[in-house]
């Protein structure tokens, strides 16, 4: 039940596309869903989150959809850059409890 | 801009030593967390921190390990006798409150068992 499951694993996608991640939990309990970036060798590092009162969330160029009912997320990566070219992970956690990431999707962005 | 500061950032090792890995987590923060991440796979949960004790552990955290805040500002991870397959990156985190759900994490410390 604390799973999250992400998906794809990798994607490929154009400079100037979107970048479309998926993520499924099962407890019910979440209620902070966040997305992270993390370029090799580093840290994960907050890109943007979401909290179950709202639907959509967007910052620049990164939206997070919800859909509480489903128990589905997505992160969308409008105008992909090169530089976005990194690995992405979703995560979920409760009131004060610990975070649990996704496995995890590692984006390409190609000229 | 505050951040979370792990040393070393390398260690290589032998199997059955002893390893210490530490963290200087951002100053105003309550709740610390060690996760660590094998070489290409997914961010695992390790242990979670609050007022001095540990407040969840995940099934990885076993007997050879603990955490300490020896001090006001650094928080450890001790390997009491380290196994091959304890080689990994080790990430420091921390959280300002309970209810403020960004986890702040550190550059990582990479280690290495032979």
């Known amino acids: 039940q604390q799973q999250v499951k992400q998906s794809p694993q990798s994607l490929i996608v154009q400079k100037g596309g979107i970048s479309i991640i998926n993520c499924a939990y099962e407890n019910t309990a979440f209620d902070y869903f966040p997305w992270y970036q993390q370029f090799p060798g580093k840290g994960p590092a907050l890109l943007i989150a979401?909290?179950?009162?709202?639907s959509e969330k967007k910052e620049g160029r990164f939206t997070i959809s919800f859909n509480k009912s489903a128990k589905q997320f997505s992160l969308h990566i409008m105008d992909s850059q090169p530089g976005d070219s990194a690995t992405y992970f979703c995560?979920?956690?409760?009131?004060?409890?610990?975070?649990?990431f996704g496995t995890g999707t590692r984006l390409q962005v190609t000229l | 801009e505050p951040e979370v500061t792990q040393t070393p950032s390398h260690q290589v090792t032998q199997m059955g030593q002893e390893v210490i890995l530490r963290c200087v987590p951002i100053?105003?923060?309550?709740?610390f967390y060690w996760y660590r991440q094998i070489l290409g796979q997914k961010v695992e949960f390790l242990v979670s921190?609050?007022?001095?004790?540990?407040?969840?552990k995940s099934e990885i955290f076993d007997d050879q390990f603990s955490v300490e805040r020896p001090d006001g500002s650094n928080f450890t991870l001790k390997i009491r006798s380290t196994k091959l397959e304890d080689s990994a990156m080790y990430f420091c985190a921390s959280r300002r409150g309970a209810n403020t759900g960004e986890l702040f994490f550190g550059e990582g410390s990479r280690l290495t068992v032979l």
């Open positions: 979401i909290r179950p009162d709202v």
């Open positions: 921190f609050y007022n001095n004790e540990i407040s969840e």
């Open positions: 100053s105003n923060h309550l709740y």
């Open positions: 995560a979920a956690s409760g009131t004060a409890s610990k975070l649990t």
